[in-house]
């Protein structure tokens, strides 16, 4: 539902109509922002996420421009409100007038909030097709397929990049301190009587207040003080449902030894570090946040693969992308990114990819979607002298001769593959032992069930042809350059999983536009055109 503080509908027009004083140059980006992207949104393609019988709302298709523009200069909601009135490049690539009064910044909140799917207000319905908060996102791939910059080469690259949370790295004793305030705050506004209670006036007097996180004394002493009080503010608020309730209680079993007798859960202890769960809660903030490694840095928040066409000549564009957990690696995320690369590109034949994707068992598994994995395949990480490769295997007898013409004595076959072993005799009395195995007990061999394949693989990366085609993997990495440091993207601006995929969607929907924009003929001023007849349709 739309709230805008409004007195009358507004109709936006082409700004070139009454800004015609000089000093903005004809070819500035205002102008052909305007006419690729305002110009074409139509604001019928949000109506999904307003209610039906809700007040006539601001241009959604306003809104959505407003959006793309705030990730490219990194405005705040207020900060790109503010532009729409300040800056003569945003009215006129936004198409309003000088008397053009801004809206409250809430709006924006309100419009994310719909394209997350949830609820604008308490007890309101939440948006029936939000499109997983890809609308926009797919709005402007199918500004830049209509203008005929998509070249159907049915190619992708891919790559990943971390994206933080919003969420301080807290010590054991601030996330209980800060857990426990959360609750005391929530509970006293549920139940305003609970002040009267001795124990809870005293809960509430001692974490009320926001306070300094790091400061506090962070001794087992401390922490077991803590955990007895949070234990007490739990038995005081046993009987209500809240989500700050239910945090603390995992807090509390993540760091603290607890006896129950009588009915009664008492703080036996403080939990040793080494028995705690792999992944605690980071943040009472961020209860659904993870932690995960990126070349042995530790980072909270999540994983973002980015699918761009790769293409030799002409721009390239952001077509799918997924986000995914910090701890999942890229190869076990590949099923995933192919998939999304399947429906972003129904025609796609090659997926770019560095080293992390790749595995044989990746490579299986594009080829029977009908895609080539252009990837670096695994080395051989075998630290004996002699390779497997000089090696002589007969498949069909099973049986393994060494360069020395020893045959092998065992072969047994598995669900990963195939073990094969010579006889501990015959490697003792070879010369060349100390340069094939250390074992005791002879030489040993490991093959995957798709050796044959590891193989193949391993002599086309040498091919010119494989090289020639695998750089065209390495912009992508540019693309990452853009996102991080002109986009944001780095650091999520929004709190929770579907903020942080949000927050994704919003940085990759505003390259993708800018690319348009920068890809855009040099247009002369827009002949006058108004916006948008009626919104009633978009309510």
Known sequence: MGLPKQKLQNFFFNAAEYDDMGGIPADHWCYRFWTCVTKQIDDSRFSALYHPEGAKPISPGLIMCIMILQYKFGYSDRGAVEATIMRRDWRIALGIEFGWEGFEPSVLCDMRKRLQGLP????QKPPTDAEGGLLLFNIVLDLIRE????????????????????????????????STRLLVRDAAKRRPELLEDPQFSS????????????????????????????????????????????????????????????????????????????????SPHEPDVE?????????????????????????????????????????????????????????????????????????????????????????????????????????????ATCPEGKTSSVWSDGDDGANIRFKAADCNA????????????????????????????RQRAETPEFKDLYRLRAPVEGTFSQLVNGYGLRRSRYKGRSGRHLHSVLAVTALNA??????????????????????????
């Open 120 to 123: 604008v207000r308490e007890g």
């Open 147 to 178: 203008a005929g910059l998509l070249e159907n080469s049915g190619r992708l690259r891919v790559d990943a990049t971390h994206i933080l949370a919003q969420a301080a790295r807290l010590n054991r004793a601030d996330v209980v301190s800060e």
């Open 203 to 282: 809960l509430s007097e001692q974490y009320g207040e926001e306070r300094w996180v790091g400061t506090g004394d962070g001794s087992d002493e401390a922490l077991l003080k803590l955990g007895k009080d949070a234990q007490l503010l739990l038995d005081l608020c046993s009987d209500m449902d809240l989500a700050a309730k239910d945090t603390l209680v995992r807090v509390v079993e993540e760091n603290f030894v607890r006896e129950t007798e009588d009915d009664a859960t008492t703080v036996a202890g403080v939990l040793p570090a080494d028995q705690r769960p792999k992944q605690p809660l980071v």
């Open 291 to 399: 932690t995960g490694k990126k070349r042995n840095t530790p980072f909270s928040g999540d994983k973002l693969h980015v699918l761009e066409t790769a293409n030799r000549l002409g721009p390239n564009f952001v077509l799918g992308l997924a986000v995914t957990g910090p701890r999942m690696d890229d190869i076990s995320a590949f099923p995933l990114v192919l998939a999304e690369a399947r429906k972003a590109c129904p025609t796609l034949s090659q997926l770019l990819a560095d080293a992390g994707y790749s595995s044989v068992a990746n490579g299986v598994l594009a080829r029977k979607e009908g895609v080539d994995l252009i990837a670096p395949p695994r080395g051989n990480s075998s630290r004996n002298g002699i390779p497997r490769d000089a090696f002589i295997l007969d498949l069909v007898n099973q049986v």
């Open 430 to 457: 070879c010369q060349r032992r100390a340069e094939c195995t250390t074992s005791k007990q002879g030489r040993s061999l490991s093959l995957t069930q798709h050796h044959e394949q590891l193989e193949r693989d």
């Open 514 to 539: 800018w690319r348009l924009v920068e890809a855009a003929p040099m247009v002369a001023k827009p002949q006058p055109r108004p916006h948008s007849e009626s919104l009633t349709e978009a309510r």
